[in-house]
Nanobody
Framework: QVQVVESGGGLVQAGDSLRLSCVASGRTGSGYHIGWFRQPPGKEREFVATINWSGDSTIYANSVKGRFTISRDNAKRTVDLQMNKLKPEDTAVYLC????????????????WGQGTQVTVSS
């Protein structure tokens, strides 16, 4: 079993930066691929970024490419999502998820989910 906990959300203004952190703990937490998803108000959950277990392969959604950076520190079992140049349309609950098999871009690819952290970007 892997426990996933997000932190770092908050209220910021358009153009600001925010850094989210995800801690994956458990028997083999550091061996999991980690993805970030978000769920805007009234909308479905959508893919944001993912990183493989070794940290040398990443995938980003087109909507965040060039603005967001995903990274991981396996010694600390953390995966961070650095979000720059935030826009009001980035407002959502951001969720971290762990996958045993690969760095997928759909919710079905992930086995364990955190509760989410709210990010609100005002215009």
């Amino acid at each position: 079993q892997v426990q996933v906990v997000e932190s770092g959300g908050g209220l910021v203004q358009a153009g600001d930066s925010l850094r989210l952190s995800c801690v994956a703990s458990g028997r083999t937490g550091s061996g999991y691929h980690i993805g970030w998803f978000r769920q805007p108000p009234g909308k479905e959950r959508e893919f944001v970024a993912t990183i493989n277990w070794s940290g040398d392969s990443t995938i980003y959604a087109n909507s965040v490419k060039g603005r967001f950076t995903i990274s991981r520190d396996n010694a600390k079992r953390t995966v961070d999502l650095q979000m720059n140049k935030l826009k009001p349309e980035d407002t959502a609950v951001y969720l971290c998820a762990a996958a045993a098999q690969g760095t997928g871009v759909t919710t079905q690819d992930y086995d364990y989910w955190g509760q989410g952290t709210q990010v609100t970007v005002s215009s």
